[in-house]
């Protein structure tokens, strides 16, 4: 993970460097190695333009000793001007002799707000000790949603007062003029609340409960009993009714103002002490009226639509025998009990009393709000379960519900249930994302059935969107592959709508009430898809599961095998189970940083827990561990050698480390300065010990292997040092062709993917080393990214070579701006095709193709807004403490 914004080398002709990477101007550091003495330039007078520090750069190295006294005499007395002119004098006193020679490095330091210190001491990371977690009880909690997969059914859910009392109000069919379900009488008793409401228990929603309540009391009253439970229904209603107005609209349930109004004209019928004549009231009466005026009679009687889920809110208009030919196979209507009882109740009709007597006694002589929710049930578990980051421990029983969700998915999407004619884009796009996500054969063209006029939408005739339709169908046009043009427009919609949402603290739905609905959507627009690498996720979504979150149909109700404390419980327990697995390896990290001398190399960035993290927080399970320690090691190394051949050693003296490297031999380095032997024997020991761990996985010698991407990479960097010292400045694709290669991230990926624990034949090999597409797009990608976040800061140090500059030379008539788009062009397209490589079916090792993808990941997130590795102690930091440092708790 190399070239982060590194500093641009400055040599003379016969090769002295003339500048380091360590520091930059003002400040300025002067070694005279022949009489070992140093003198110190500091003057935060000498001015910044590239022409100034040309000029001090070629004035002291061609007047040597004389000229730079005679500088460091003007710039005590703060003059720029006059340094340089002191330094000409002296120059054409002297000509350039083998004893100015000495004068071996003029080190421009990059100042400490560029390139910070290390963030994380010593002290710091040796005192990390991390959870002790009880493995037990961990085992315990898996075994337990194991459980919830084994009897996953039709959909674990509670039972609503609502549709418990129409069924309630069905008389029965044999004419007697009692109750065809006496039962659900003496339940509409029994779950009365103290206040006189019925409702979910525990989360006061007012339109929810008025509108259980009035259909409760209409169904005792209808039958002449529970006389104490009707006046204290009642009562309810008449001191509550009115702070319905007070609640987000975006929370009253679906189909109210057909439903409730509708009742209340029954209760007005019935001589029920109400107050009809309320403000607002009137309000949704009007607003009724207008949505009654939209739906098409006829329409609704020919083919599936949302109306037939509120059939009992409609039923001066419904044709009763027309509406049976739109019966689902399993005899309900759109899975409403509601609605199902209403038409049993005007046509006798056998399947839905079969239904309604299927159900009945799965909740204790109660129904729920809609049934079954086998697909939604399903898809939701298994998407919490990822967002935790312990959906591993569940392969098996998520291949298994996902072949049965994959068996329902049609050309046109799915709905909420197995049966459901009336598909919606909530549960499509969940069912879309996760089934690509895991290799199925899944085509776009089933959002296209929601899209109309530019727009798209949960349902047809819906009046208004919610947020996690929204965030879903976004979720999903992530996950788009080159040329899916319904995925590039629902991207674009689904993000404008969210952005505006949030913007507008507008983030409330209509389907869910949930824990932190606008924390997950801020989230997922600033962390999209190929920037969320999993740990980040994860660390995140334990803090915004709700584990009592309700969700909203025409009344409120639970998902108990979506939102329970087990999932919650088994996230945290696992995070800090594996965070401290982390901190242990992180300080055997540091202390071979240590040991291998890296910390006293004063010309590198000290990052090796920012190196940690880009392979922790992505493949993150205990099984890698030997696949971490190998990334993260390489990734240092890379970073060394960077520094070290962009700015710290002679073009001479970098080609002779690489020969040391070609050969493999120590004694080649001898005469080098003692940075570039710690530098050669890290690589060297280091590289010796993944080949020799290696052996035990792969079964054979991948010395020459790894050999051979060390040498391409320093290769790649010794070019670089030459265009730089001949002031060159490349074609676009000869650059590129370069870069992603000196970039480093094949050279990182390629000497840890041994250890992902699989081994890896030659013809696996090649379709994730550089003869692959795949590895092309992550260097590329990582490149790019690169490239347009650390432009700005190396055009001002006078570097010539970036994607962007070179796009500029090649066209000039295209500006800066037109240049970066264009690579933001290229990046996009790169990450669509890396969609494509991660899920395509082929014989390569998942756990091979997650590093790929998710090195590729990382590097969009460390240069999401800036150079997020050279100056970590921005937004990484946050991260990194995130991840690696802060325990989570309950």
């Known amino acids: 993970m190399s070239r982060h914004g590194s500093a641009s080398s400055y040599r003379r002709s016969d090769g002295v460097l003339m500048k380091s990477s360590s520091y930059s101007w003002p400040a300025a550091r002067l070694w005279s190695c022949g009489d070992d003495r140093l003198a110190l330039l500091k003057s935060s007078h000498l001015s910044s333009a590239t022409s100034s520090k040309a000029s001090m750069r070629k004035l002291l190295y061609a007047g040597g000793s004389k000229a730079v006294s005679a500088c460091l005499s003007c710039i005590s007395k703060d003059s720029t001007s006059s340094a340089i002119a002191a330094a000409s004098r002296e120059t054409d006193k002297n000509t350039l002799t083998e004893a100015d020679h000495e004068l071996q490095l003029i080190s421009f330091e990059k100042p400490p707000s560029y390139y910070h210190p290390t963030l994380w001491k010593d002290d710091f990371i040796e005192s990390l000790q991390g959870e002790q977690v009880d493995e037990d009880e961990i085992n315990d909690l898996i075994e337990e949603v194991r459980g919830m997969f084994r009897t996953m059914g039709d959909g674990a859910t509670a039972a609503s007062a609502y549709d418990t009392a129409w069924v309630a109000r069905v008389p029965s069919l044999d004419g007697r003029g009692s109750p065809q379900f006496p039962l659900t009488l003496q339940w509409i008793v029994d779950n009365q609340l103290e206040d006189g409401s019925w409702g979910e228990k525990e989360l006061f929603l007012a339109y929810d409960r008025v509108f259980n309540t009035l259909a409760c009391v209409l169904a005792l009253q209808t039958w002449n009993v529970g006389e104490e439970s009707i006046t204290k229904g009642l009562d309810f209603m008449r ?20 439903c409730f109004i509708s009742m209340l004209e029954e209760a007005k019928q019935m001589g029920l002490d109400l ?64 609605s199902t009882a209403c038409v049993l109740m005007h046509t006798g009709n056998q399947k839905c009393l079969d239904f309604l007597n299927s159900v009945l006694p799965r909740f204790n002589n109660a129904v729920p709000c809609h049934y079954p929710l086998d697909l939604f049930e399903r898809l939701w578990a298994i998407d919490g379960l990822m967002r935790l980051g312990v959906d591993r421990f569940f392969q098996t029983e998520i291949k298994q519900t996902l ?103 507008d983030a409330f739905d209509k389907w869910a009430l949930k824990k932190d609905l606008e924390g997950e959507v801020e989230y997922a627009l600033k962390f999209p898809w190929h920037r969320s690498v999993p740990r980040l996720e994860a660390r995140t979504y334990v803090q915004q599961y709700g584990a009592d979150d309700m969700w909203l149909g025409k009344t409120m109700y639970r998902m108990y095998n979506v939102s329970n404390q087990t999932f919650l419980e088994l996230g945290i327990a696992d995070f800090n189970r594996c965070q401290a697995i982390h901190q242990k390896e992180l300080q055997q990290i540091n202390r071979w940083w240590n040991q291998s001398g890296f910390a006293e190399l ?69 005469g080098l300065s003692e940075d570039m032997k710690v530098s050669f024997n890290g690589l060297y020991s280091t590289l010796n010990s993944f080949v020799e761990d290696a052996f035990e996985v792969q079964g054979r010698d991948i010395s020459g292997y790894l050999r051979t991407t060390w040498e391409d990479l320093l290769s790649a960097y010794i070019l670089e040092a030459e265009w730089s010292e001949r002031s060159y400045v490349p074609k676009f694709e000869e650059y590129i062709e370069n870069a992603k290669v000196s970039i480093a991230l094949g050279t990182v990926i390629l000497n840890s993917i041994f250890f992902c624990g699989e081994p890896l034949p030659d013809h696996v090999l090649q379709q994730l080393d550089f003869r692959s597409n795949f590895l092309h797009l992550v260097c590329l990608t990582g490149r790019l990214i690169n490239d347009t976040k650390t432009f700005e ?46 899920v395509r079916p082929n014989n390569v090792p998942l756990p091979c193709k997650r590093l790929l993808f998710n090195t590729a990941r990382v590097m969009q997130l460390f240069y999401m807004v800036r150079d997020g590795f050279g100056i970590s102690d921005m937004e990484m930091k946050g991260h990194l403490h995130n991840v690696l440092f802060q325990q989570v708790s309950v």
Not at 320 to 329: A, E, H, T, V
Not at 462 to 482: C, I, K
């Open 275 to 338: 107050p009809y004549d309320l403000p607002f009231i009137k309000g949704i009466q009007e607003a009724r009226e207008k949505k009654l005026q939209r739906i098409p009679i006829d329409y609704f009687h020919t083919r599936p639509t949302t109306i037939l889920y509120s059939l009992e809110g409609l039923q001066s208009l419904v044709d009763w025998n027309r509406i049976l030919d739109l019966q689902s196979p399993d005899g309900s209507f759109l899975s409403s009990p509601a």
């Open 793 to 838: 800061a190396e055009k001002e140090r006078g570097e010539l070579a970036s994607s962007i500059s070179c796009y500029m030379n090649d066209n000039p008539s295209v500006s800066e701006e037109e240049s970066k788009a264009h690579v933001y062009g290229i990046i996009d397209a790169a990450l669509k095709e890396l969609n494509w490589e991660l």
């Open 403 to 505: 072949d049965y969700v994959y068996k329902y998915m049609t050309e046109t999407g799915i709905g909420w249930a197995r049966e459901n004619p009336v598909h919606d884009i909530d549960d499509t796009c969940m069912a879309f994302r996760i089934l690509r996500l895991h290799g199925y054969d899944v085509s776009p063209k089933c959002i296209e059935h929601f899209k109309s006029e530019g727009k798209f939408f949960c349902f047809a005739g819906e009046s208004r969107h919610g947020v996690t339709e929204m965030l879903n169908l976004y979720r999903a046009s992530q996950l788009r592959f080159p040329g899916e043009t319904i995925l590039e427009e629902s991207h674009s919609y689904s993000k404008a709508y969210l952005a505006n949402a949030v913007q507008t603290r």
């Open 239 to 258: 001191r509550c009714v009115n702070m319905m107005k007070d609640e987000a609209g975006a929370h009253m349930p679906s189909g109210f103002e057909i």
């Open 602 to 670: 004063s010309f590198t960035r000290q990052r090796p827990a920012e190196m940690y993290f880009s392979i922790a927080a992505c493949m993150f399970e205990p099984e890698f561990a030997a696949l971490r320690l190998a990334y993260t090691k390489t990734a240092c190394i890379t970073v060394i050698l960077d520094d070290l051949f962009d700015s710290h050693a002679s073009v001479p003296d970098l080609k002779l480390f690489l020969e040391a490297v070609k050969r493999w031999d120590p004694s080649v380095v001898n």
